[in-house]
């Protein structure tokens, strides 16, 4: 059974009562806060996923609210891409970077008023940026963590449980596009959205009083369909090509390294942090890319704490940044981030603690 040693600096989200009571066996920390993992039969969770549909807790997603006068001006200083069309209940992901073009997080930036909007960050602190960037501005902004919290519905029956809920509207919603709704008082806003490539929402809870509440009645919801709990899949999310942000990327990854080139807008003003850099970047073309491998050994193998070299002719060449059994494949597969000099098709050799195997780059995603 999985319990949590009582800490200030260790949060809870509004979810976590829920979800132990579904059994959760593991979890991890991500933004100071308990992530949870497995429920005890990780291949069910995964197949649950890919056939049917999931429910998580992803309270670790928070939100960065920016909000006043000049909400839309720092909005567009702290991303790298184009801001100027984005509409209300419009959802954007946004690769944001440092001075030097080095990716710091990967948010989804929702539009929510003229003057407000949130970023839904990955695993650094955007807040402390965002206030530190603003005041350095001289900028008429608040910035605040709102009591926001998001759960996810995923799977390709995910559509189905989410407008059983809200209705048929959710079905007409597009890609990362929101809409608030409330659900037996609950008030929450509805976003297709979700860290995985099988379909899904993302349900913000706005008052964490409730954080039980809209579990079971997702939940309820979805028992019809199967529904379970799980939590974001390794296998699947480096089968869809998916790029963790600060597992497959350090303090020296650029966006163009890890395949995020098309989500930056280089003609965006001179005052955006970071697209100086970009722009540098673009022209000279970057040194390393991001590529799938397949290992030969069938044995599953986890990935370990930390980035494994890749060798070729003696040399280190770059790293697999995350590694995993898929099922789907039946073969252990993960990510290079490894010179430009190596492409689909070369073989490399994984150093996997006191051993080495041979492995094959290929072209991302797997499936």
């Known amino acids: 059974m999985f319990s949590v040693i009582p800490s200030a600096r260790l949060r809870p989200s509004p ?13 991890s920390v991500y933004n100071r806060m308990i992530m949870p993992g497995s429920y005890g039969d ?6 649950r996923l890919i056939n049917g549909v999931s429910m998580w807790d992803v309270g670790v997603e928070r939100q960065v609210q920016v909000k006043g006068k000049d909400a839309a001006k720092l909005a567009q200083i702290l991303s790298p891409r184009d801001l100027s069309k984005c509409k209300i209940g419009q959802g954007k992901y946004i690769p944001m970077v440092n001075h030097s073009g080095i990716l710091i997080n990967d948010p989804i930036l929702l539009k929510h008023e003229e003057d407000m909007f949130w ?9 402390f940026w965002a206030k530190a960037i603003a005041a350095e501005r001289g900028l008429e902004v608040d910035i605040t963590e709102p009591d926001v919290s998001p759960m996810a519905v995923q799977g390709p029956l995910a559509e189905d449980v989410v407008a059983s809920i ?12 929101f809409h608030d709704s409330e659900v037996e008082g609950i008030p929450v806003a509805v ?15 706005k008052d964490s009083r409730f954080g039980s509440q809209l579990w079971n009645i997702i939940k309820e919801a979805g028992l019809p369909y199967g529904i379970g709990p799980g939590s974001p899949t390794t296998a699947e999310r480096i089968e869809s090509g998916l790029v963790s942000c600060w597992g497959d990327t350090d303090y020296t990854t650029n966006p163009y390294e890890v395949r995020l080139g098309n989500y930056i807008d280089l003609d965006v003003p001179d005052d955006v ?4 850099a970009l722009r540098k970047i673009h022209a000279e073309g970057p040194k390393r890319h ?8 069938n044995i599953p193998k986890p990935f370990r704490f930390a980035w494994e070299p890749l060798m070729s002719g003696g040399q280190v060449v770059g790293d697999m940044t995350c590694c995993s059994w ?27 603690g006191d051993e080495n195997v041979l492995a094959k780059l290929v072209e991302l995603p797997f499936l």
């Open 119 to 127: 970023f839904s960050i990955a695993d650094s602190d955007v807040m």
């Open 42 to 47: 990780m291949q069910a969770e995964y197949w």
């Open 290 to 297: 991001q590529l799938g491998l397949i290992l030969e050994t």
């Open 326 to 352: 898929s099922p789907r494949l039946t073969k252990n597969i993960g990510f290079a981030l490894i010179s430009k000099e190596f492409n689909a098709g070369d073989e490399v050799e994984v150093m996997r």
């Open 191 to 205: 976003q297709r959205s979700g860290w995985s490539k099988q379909g899904g929402f993302e349900i913000y809870l």
């Open 273 to 276: 942090i970071g697209i100086k």
């Open 166 to 177: 809200f209705g048929d509207w959710v079905r007409d919603l597009k890609y990362f596009w």
């Open 15 to 27: 979810f976590l009562e829920a979800a132990m009571a579904e059994g959760l066996q593991t979890a």
